[in-house]
């Protein structure tokens, strides 16, 4: 684990948790796992604040304890992975609300905040806030348990394990059947409860959490739709959503080449859904397109029921990785830096003399730019001797590219980036909070004031009290922090993206 990633957390951490489970969490990362004691110990924070910061950690699975090789005492380990995605988490609950709908998303919403929480508790907590914001009126109690169970059975939300006996170190443990189990409500209890009446909904002591991975896995078939799209158009983009939506039918979710699917099978699929007559009517056409295409998204596996077609997932990535780090080099290094990172990509190995010929790059330019990149460690250099005796005749270096470990170390510096652009906006917001406050307070009474009907006159008064040149710092501030969210999620997709590429690579 680096230097920077251990600095994001900590920020990360700052952000949503405050100082003291901060402080915590970044000891753990420095240390690995510990018990409690050596914690307090180094920390220097009393006891009962380091078990409540451990308790709030692993509430919302950031940190897991297992027993350590002291008898009867848990060590507790931060998962850093974890704590980045954090930063995801709008990314969720958007999803929710364009799949969905309000009642999805404010579920998740919910059970993200609190980390982990039983369904009737989240179930009522979203029924008051739709109650609040939801224009149609009151929203029933049956539709939001619906969704939930919908959620559930989708898998994006899932069942939090319990402990198998009571030990000073429990063991958390559930079974694979009931893990994705919607929950059997009382719904007469719900109503009851949510009146203020004590009733029992009938599922005390059974907690959700959110399934980061099936959200993953969308983001993931959502990254491969829009490549297709943008190489080509909307009904090629439309056919790989239906090829990875029939994938599912017959290959686990995570594998790097799905089992193949037979043609008839996609032409019903698109048949029925009817959205597409382009699509329908040069089917076959459109499948021999990706199926030559360079990027190898699907290729063609067998001719029985019409011809069969698979999905190299793996591959798909690696060439999403290749094109990510061309355009990185290409942003900040320029056009002939790009062609040489082509060039040696496309010869695998060759030599300094090869490159300025082949590229057509004045031989200084050329050698200039090479070890620039090699300095950066976007290519590396491999040294061979043509007989054993050592001379400057004797030796010639050739060029190659480790593609995972220039993903490695883009994830770095992305890591790095991410944490400049979380320390500058939060800089922001300090140095301009009283200016965001008096701001937000002028909306609040304004607003107030128009619901009850105050002449304009009043109003234009309250909102005079801002002066021309506040108002052109505050435009300013609002400018910069939305640059820098922007620049978070964008950075956030491009670690996505390389750690996916990272772990098929590893399978």
Request: charged share 25%; net charge neutral.
């Amino acid at each position: 684990m680096s230097v920077q990633l251990g600095k994001l957390c900590s920020v990360i951490l700052l952000e949503h948790f405050g100082e003291i489970v901060q402080t915590v969490g970044y000891d753990l990362f420095k240390w690995g796992s510990k018990p409690l004691q050596f914690i307090v110990n180094s920390t220097r924070l009393k006891f009962q604040q380091v078990t409540r910061a451990l308790s709030v950690l692993v509430q919302y699975g950031l940190v897991t304890f297992c027993e350590g090789s002291v008898p009867n005492k848990a060590e507790y380990t931060l998962l850093p992975e974890r704590v980045l995605l954090l930063l995801r988490y709008p990314k969720y609950i958007l999803l929710m609300k364009t799949r969905y709908g309000n009642e999805a998303e404010i579920l998740v919403e919910e059970i993200l905040r609190k980390g982990q929480d039983t369904a009737s508790a989240v179930i009522l907590r979203a029924s008051e806030r739709l109650k609040n914001t939801t224009e149609a009126g009151n929203v029933e109690l049956t539709t939001i348990r619906d969704k939930f169970a919908t959620l559930a059975t989708k898998q994006f939300l899932m069942r939090c394990p319990n402990p198998v006996e009571e030990k000073a170190v429990p063991t958390l443990t559930i079974k694979e059947r009931e893990l994705f189990l919607p929950p059997e409500l009382n719904l007469k209890a719900l109503t009851e409860l949510q009146k203020g009446e004590n009733a029992d909904p009938g599922d005390k002591g059974i907690y959700w959490r959110v399934n980061l991975d099936r959200f993953h896995q969308d983001f993931r078939d959502d990254i491969m739709i829009s490549s297709m799209t943008r190489r080509f158009d909307e009904d090629v983009g439309e056919l790989m959503r239906v090829i990875l939506q029939q994938m599912y039918l017959r290959t686990e979710p995570w594998a790097s080449v799905s089992n193949p699917v037979p043609f008839t099978e996609l032409r019903d699929t698109i048949k029925k859904l009817n959205s597409h007559p382009l699509l329908i009517q040069y089917l076959d056409q459109y499948l021999k397109v990706m199926e030559e295409d360079s990027s190898c998204f699907v290729s063609k596996v067998g001719d029985s029921a019409g011809g069969q077609y698979s999905v190299n997932i793996k591959y798909a990535f690696l060439e999403l990785t290749w094109t990510t780090v061309e355009n990185i080099v290409l942003e900040r290094f320029g056009s002939k830096a790009a062609r040489i990172f082509r060039l040696i990509r496309a010869k695998k190995y060759v030599e300094q003399e090869q490159i300025q010929q082949i590229a057509m790059i004045p031989a200084k330019e050329a050698k200039l730019l090479t070890y620039k990149l090699l300095e950066e460690n976007f290519i590396q250099m491999k040294e061979l001797r043509k007989s054993l005796t050592a001379g400057p005749n004797k030796t010639f270096f050739l060029f190659y590219i480790k593609i995972d470990q220039v993903a490695r170390m883009v994830i770095e510096i992305c890591y790095k980036a991410l944490y400049n652009a979380l320390t500058r906006r939060e800089h922001e917001q300090k140095e301009n909070c009283r200016l965001i406050e008096k701001h937000q307070r002028i909306e609040s009474i304004t607003l107030s004031m128009r619901a009850q009907g105050i002449a304009a006159e009043q109003i234009t008064e309250i909102e005079d009290m801002i002066t021309p040149p506040e108002l052109t710092l505050l435009e300013k501030v609002k400018s910069m922090i939305k640059r820098l969210s922007d620049a978070e999620m964008q950075l956030d997709d491009t670690v996505f993206m390389l750690q996916l590429f990272l772990n098929y690579h590893n399978l």
